[in-house]
């Protein structure tokens, strides 16, 4: 299955960023940069909108634990909506829905 990290938005202090498909180890490096390159350039809240999502694993979960401490160091938020039932369950049982905010 093909996958997708893309800005859809970056307006109004607020970057958002579509996840499609199946996000896991293999496209790590792209994650980061697809994030950081945009947010670096203007600091701002960022979205993780999963609608799309169809699998995710803990190298990047890992990782947008990464980009949220960096939000917060910022004083910014990151929020991740749109997670299908059995993905939010994998954010539950790592202790993420407490550490994050999910809509």
Known sequence: ??????VVS???GVMV???????DASVYEE?????FNSYNADKCDVV????????IDSTILGA??????????DGKKL????????IRK?????ALDKLLELE
């Open 48 to 55: 993780l909108d999963c609608k799309n999502l169809a699998f």
């Open 10 to 12: 970056h307006s109004d």
């Open 79 to 86: 929020t991740v909506k749109n997670l299908s039932p059995r």
């Open 31 to 35: 994650f980061d940069s697809v994030i």
């Open 64 to 73: 947008i634990v990464r980009v949220f401490k960096q939000l917060k160091s």
């Open 17 to 23: 960023v579509e996840l499609s498909g199946e996000i």
């Open 90 to 94: 994998l954010f539950e049982i790592c």
């Open 1 to 6: 299955m093909q996958h997708q990290i893309k």
